[in-house]
């Protein structure tokens, strides 16, 4: 059985670093052809692929935040990690964490991280 | 970046009806395409993915259908737990990217 939480500060003030966890069991990240995603949603709007980290490290980006991402993995704990630099209130959103080759069978809850002076 | 426009932004239909729904990409995805439900405050639930395959335990009036850049989520005998937002989703590509979104509802 696939599970997935994903943990935040809930809050944080513009220009910080927002640091996200996700914690999930059923998979591992060392298994061949395994990746993790992180997705985000605003209140009300779509979703937004951000970053994904696969098995044998290889990497994805969404260009649309330049060089503000940077995704990581722990294996050996079945995590993965997602920082994302110079926050602002537009990064305010649900962030989802989800395995998979490029579709999304199973999602985290989501955790709300709202950014605010 | 793959553009994913999806249509229309908001549908209502009656019970027992069927539905469709469409995503075209702005170049060919060759079938790397997924439907998600969302239901408000739950996470998106995944329906179809490779255009026309059902995940595991979605009911079988949901299909999926289309190649290329032109494709279709179509939903038969529409119940009422089918009221939900909708979302198209490519991954023949990075970045990944979503269609809008389209929201449905009984009238």
């Known amino acids: 059985q696939v599970t997935l939480k994903e943990s935040g500060p809930g809050i944080l003030q513009p220009s910080q670093t927002l640091s996200l966890t996700c914690s999930f069991s059923g998979f591992s990240l060392s298994t061949s052809g395994i990746c993790v995603s992180w997705i985000r949603q605003p209140s009300g709007k779509g979703l937004e692929w951000l970053a994904t980290i696969c098995w044998e490290d290889s990497k994805g980006y969404n260009p649309s935040l330049k060089n503000r991402l940077t995704i990581s993995k722990d294996t050996s704990n079945n995590q993965a990690f997602l920082k994302i630099t110079s926050v602002d209130t537009a990064d305010t959103a649900i962030y989802y964490c989800?395995?998979?080759?490029?579709?999304?069978?199973?999602w985290g809850q989501g955790t709300l991280v709202t950014v605010s002076s | 970046d793959i553009q994913m426009t999806q249509s229309p932004a908001s549908l209502s239909a009656s019970l027992g009806e069927t539905v469709t729904i469409e995503c075209r990409a702005s170049?060919?995805?060759?079938?790397?395409l997924a439907w998600y439900q969302q239901k408000p405050g739950k996470s998106p639930q995944l329906l179809i993915y490779n255009a026309n395959s059902l995940h595991t335990g979605v009911p079988s009036r949901f299909s999926g259908s289309g190649s290329g850049t032109q494709y279709s989520l179509k939903i038969n005998s529409l119940q009422s737990e089918d009221v939900a937002s909708y979302f198209c989703q490519q991954y023949y590509d990075y970045p990944f990217t979503f269609g809008s979104g389209t929201k449905l509802e009984i009238k």
């Open positions: 989800a395995p998979g080759p490029g579709w999304f069978a199973y």
């Open positions: 170049e060919d995805i060759y079938n790397g």
